[in-house]
């Protein structure tokens, strides 16, 4: 039998559809998959693809005529080509053309727009659906949203992010509480992209409440975006207790420092950040949107979404509470066991590749 072929296509590339693909990579080749990575340079300098054995080919995030050459060109000989997110599998969908290549798509996250934007993104999730032979989604309402759009083949997978090793210690050594001005004081770490609908102006006026608690907890806010300008000016104008990091070298050792881990957002699929908290044993308070709840279960606080006051009530009942926060911690790691690992989300991707690839064989149980 010949050597399996995959390209995975990543466009803009969230942090957890970059870290997937970098331990999918890495897995199939461990398996005796020819693996080639295209996806814009930056992100290779970020997750180093080329180090899991795969072929690394930089894909500008465009959808210009030299980009969908460039995507073409590295589709050659697959045998399956593999998007990540939308606009990747649009770009993927070009660039193979009439070709008779299979496409898979992985859906990993859900955009919001309004007014001409809103039917733009409709139309690019139409397409994308519909040119994919299966799309993954990596939330139940996801394949929903699929099968919504037109897709021949919607599944749930509910895929795995590996956690950097080592990230637990953190925890009692106190330098990163210590760097951050949190040694007496509680901690809170949120993580995130800093943009429309993931609810960190909800978060800051949580904030405005917490004032009134003694100690005054900090929180933490790690991410970069383009409304971290307006955040900034309300920390500021408002005297808020909140400091935003930008960019944080392993947010897995920062939510291990903290005493509370909050997720505001609209919407998150298999957040990265639920799930480090998790495994880590760090309490975690969350907006009740998108995939969370199947993610955590009852593991985790579950707010409305945008309801200020019941986010800043449940941390400040946490707080309150050690042992409520311990037992979250125990319920967490518990939850977090149950989740599939990395060699589940490989086995689950190789099974469709050889079913796409050897339909009548799988068809007949050969």
């Known amino acids: 039998m010949s050597q399996l072929r995959t390209v995975q296509v990543l466009g803009g590339g969230s942090a957890g559809s970059s870290a997937h693909v970098g331990s999918l990579a890495a897995g199939l080749v461990a398996r005796g998959v020819q693996v080639t990575v295209c996806a814009p340079a930056e992100l290779d300098r970020a997750y180093d693809f080329a180090a899991t054995g795969a072929r690394f080919v930089a ?182 207790p909140v400091r935003l990091i930008g960019h944080w070298e392993g947010v897995a050792g920062l939510l291990a420092a903290a005493d509370l881990a909050v997720l505001p957002g609209r919407w998150e699929a298999r957040s990265v950040p639920a799930q480090v908290a998790l495994r880590l044993g760090v309490p975690l308070v969350a907006a009740a949107a998108g995939g969370v709840p199947e993610l955590v279960g009852d593991t985790a606080e579950l707010v409305p979404y945008g309801d200020a006051d019941a986010m800043a009530h449940a941390v400040e009942r946490l707080l309150s509470d050690p042992e409520a926060r311990e037992r979250m911690a125990a319920a967490g790691r518990l939850q977090a066991a149950s989740w599939p690992t990395e060699d589940d989300t490989i086995a689950q991707m190789l099974s469709v590749y050889d079913e796409l690839t050897h339909p009548v064989a799988v068809a007949r149980g050969w």
């Open 59 to 240: 894909v500008p995030r465009r959808s210009d005529p030299a980009a969908v050459a460039a995507l073409r060109s590295a589709c050659v000989g697959a045998d399956v080509v593999h998007a990540h997110g939308l606009h990747a599998a649009v770009r993927t969908g070009l660039a193979l053309g009439g070709r008779r290549t299979p496409m898979v798509l992985t859906w990993h996250t859900r955009a919001y727009a309004e007014g001409a934007r809103a039917r733009m993104l409709q139309v690019v999730e139409r397409r994308a659906a519909r040119a994919a032979a299966v799309v993954f989604g990596t939330s139940s309402d996801l394949v929903d949203r699929a099968r919504q759009r037109g897709a021949r083949d919607a599944r749930l997978a509910p895929i795995a992010v590996p956690v950097p090793r080592g990230a637990a210690a953190v925890r009692d050594d106190g330098k990163i509480r210590a760097e951050l001005g949190a040694v007496e004081r509680p901690l809170l770490v949120s993580v995130g992209s800093l943009g429309p609908h993931h609810g960190y102006g909800t978060l800051l006026d949580a904030a405005r409440l917490w004032r009134r608690l003694d100690p005054v907890p900090l929180l933490v806010i790690a991410g970069e975006g383009r409304e971290r300008a307006v955040l900034q000016r309300r920390i500021l104008d408002e005297e808020l």
